[in-house]
């Protein structure tokens, strides 16, 4: 179905289904006794939605395709790097370890997890004392991913406080009524998000942030020139998912219009912004880099994080 201004979803449907894709994909690499990640919640909570070919992707029957983007090892390594990048950006950027292992005094103490979907960073990383971790998402994403988890008893690793909202609507409100205190330095995480944003609430969404972020906070998301990308990349990715077995159309979920650059618009915030090409953070984590036309069309992607001057 396509998009419309207030649609909603839970984790089934619509665009709350590519939150329990990517948290299949977390499943598969935190398999085995070398996994890649440890993201020991990803699993249960794919098999909690219950869509059939997501649980089947966890089980280990995959479709037979000759497509090398979607071959179980590129897409677990395209996972791998995406959560290691998001994973370091809070433990570095929220709490720099010392040599003695502390957290140094200076570290970042308030998180907001934009379009946290199945995400489980609140329960997993290491967060230190006193931080609050904030997740946003549509109300029905956020009910059944604490549920979930409670009932798998997992426990919070940081003061976790959910906003159940749309993110096209006034968050920054609720957010601030949740406790969020606008004079702490803050990471924000945007991961998975901007391609279901249309093109204005994508600024919104920036313009939001920056209003509520003192300086020396920090937010990251991942980037891709979009000016480089063909005008049918999203039905050339739908049909590479639906190869690998997903039934998600994300040509109907993604907004394809032209969109200000991630990056020029955060600059022009005053933010620094620096790019890590997806080259540099395959290789960095041990893999061959990926095959560029493969995976974004032969457009320059890697992962943006950003500083507030
Ligand atoms: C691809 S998933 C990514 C989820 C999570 N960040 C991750 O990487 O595992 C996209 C997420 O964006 C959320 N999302 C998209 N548009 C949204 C909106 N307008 N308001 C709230 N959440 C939204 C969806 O509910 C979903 O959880």
Redo the contacts with the bound molecule.
Sequence with gaps: MARTDG?T?D?AS???A??????AL?AMASQGPDAALDDPWADPLVRAVGIESFVKLVDGERSETTDSLVTPQSMTEQMVV??RF?DDFFTTGVAPPTTSGQATASGVRQAV???????TRAYRLPWPAGTVVYE???PD?IEFKTRTLEGLGAKPTGQRRTIA?????D?PSALIDAGFVTSLPTAW?????LA??PPE?QDRLFDSITDLSAPGSRVACEYVDMSGLPSDWAEQLTERSQRMGATVNLAELIYTGERNDAADYLKALGWQVGILGASEAHTSNGFEPPDDDMVAFGANYGYLSATLK
Excluded: K
């Design positions: 649609d979803w984790l619509s665009v709350g590519t939150a329990t894709a990517v948290a977390r995406r959560t998001f997890i934009l379009a946290s979907g199945l995400d946003i998402d549509q994403v909202i749309d993110l096209r609507e968050w995480s945007a991961e998975g998000l279901y944003l609430a």
